[in-house]
């Protein structure tokens, strides 16, 4: 087929056209939007480097349910602020802390809504790292029972799926055990699988108040110039017992998402992190960009990539944008 006989412009022609041969779709139950939750009463407190995105108090938590919901979103990440800290990390698995105070609220309050929540120390430490210490370091296998501990407490308070972040080796196989021993055989988890030491956190660290008090993650956290390694990571958590890949970050890792897309056949998710989401806000604040569009164009690559699911900010926005039919 050679011009004139064959004309891609044909099927550009008029918005039904393209509408009629487009390859990626953006739905709203396709995403997952991440909630802050901190101590306190009648708290929305918006975060400074995350325009539109706010830390909540658990009597708030409703109310950002139900708009989600009205929205078509049906899944919230939970992520927890203590009341105090400690080298262990104890507030993450405490019977009545933050998160399982959240959980109980959500599913009392909005029983429809799908909750997710982070299983990770990092929020939970007054040293900021993702497990306990051992000297300066991140002492692995005594972490793992803390995780263990932290997704059945969220499992016992009602949390629909668990969502470990702390890249500790063998935490999938620890959690699931866990779980099924405990009678939790239906609560899935979705694993960090692939997760990158990035400099796209910035803004989560503001909003979770969880940077580390010395050295960095890299430690654990993945080497941003490895690919094949993505592929061994997440293969140690199918073999463990995951049952949603993701990777994190989303927008500088395209071609990491779409090797685990065309190497394993369990759902895909991605997150589009807090860089990612206040960069495009930052720039659309200064009139440089058109922020809907980029918007809606990022969040097309990470689904064309080949996520089944993301994990962004911009949840509520782009629902709003798909319910206006664009």
Not at 66 to 75: A, I, M, T
Not at 171 to 183: M, W, Y
Not at 238 to 253: N, Q, S, T
Request: glycine content about 6%.
């Amino acid at each position: 087929m050679v011009f004139p006989e064959y004309r891609p412009r044909r099927m550009r022609r008029t918005e039904t056209f393209r509408a009629m041969i487009r390859e990626t779709r953006l739905a709203p139950e396709q995403m997952i939007y991440p909630l802050f939750v901190l101590p306190g009463k009648g708290v929305r407190e918006e975060v400074s480097s995350m325009p539109g995105v706010f830390r909540l108090s658990v009597d708030q938590l409703a109310r950002e349910a139900k708009e989600c919901l009205s929205l078509g979103v049906r899944s919230v990440i939970l992520f927890g602020l203590p009341e105090k800290k400690d080298g262990l990390g104890s507030g993450a698995y405490a019977n009545n802390g933050i998160v399982q105070r959240a959980i109980r609220e959500l599913k009392n309050k909005a029983p429809e809504m799908t909750v997710v929540t982070d299983v990770c120390l990092c929020e939970y430490t007054d040293h900021g790292h993702c497990g306990c210490l051992a000297g300066n370091e991140v002492d692995n296998d005594a972490t793992l029972e803390l995780l263990a501990r932290t997704a059945l407490s969220h499992a016992q308070a009602g949390a629909d799926m668990v969502a470990p972040s702390d890249m500790m080796d063998g935490r999938v196989s620890e959690i699931r055990t866990a779980l099924d021993e405990n009678s939790y055989h239906m609560v899935p988890i979705m694993s960090y699988a692939v997760k990158y030491a990035s400099a796209f956190y910035g803004p989560f660290r503001d909003a979770a108040e969880c940077a580390p008090q010395f050295g960095d993650r890299r430690s654990y956290q993945m080497d941003p110039a490895n690919s094949r390694e993505a592929l061994r990571e997440a293969t140690l958590d199918v073999d463990e017992g995951a049952d949603i890949l993701m990777v994190k970050p989303a927008l500088a890792y395209l071609d990491i998402i779409s090797r685990l897309r065309d190497e394993f056949d369990l759902p895909v998710a991605a997150y589009q992190v807090s860089g990612e989401y206040a960069m495009i806000k930052a720039a659309a604040e200064k009139g440089w960009i058109d922020g809907e569009r980029v918007m809606a164009e990022s969040l097309i690559a990470i689904r064309r990539a080949g996520a089944d699911l993301i994990l962004t900010y911009f949840a509520k926005d782009m629902a709003r944008l798909l319910a206006n039919g664009q």
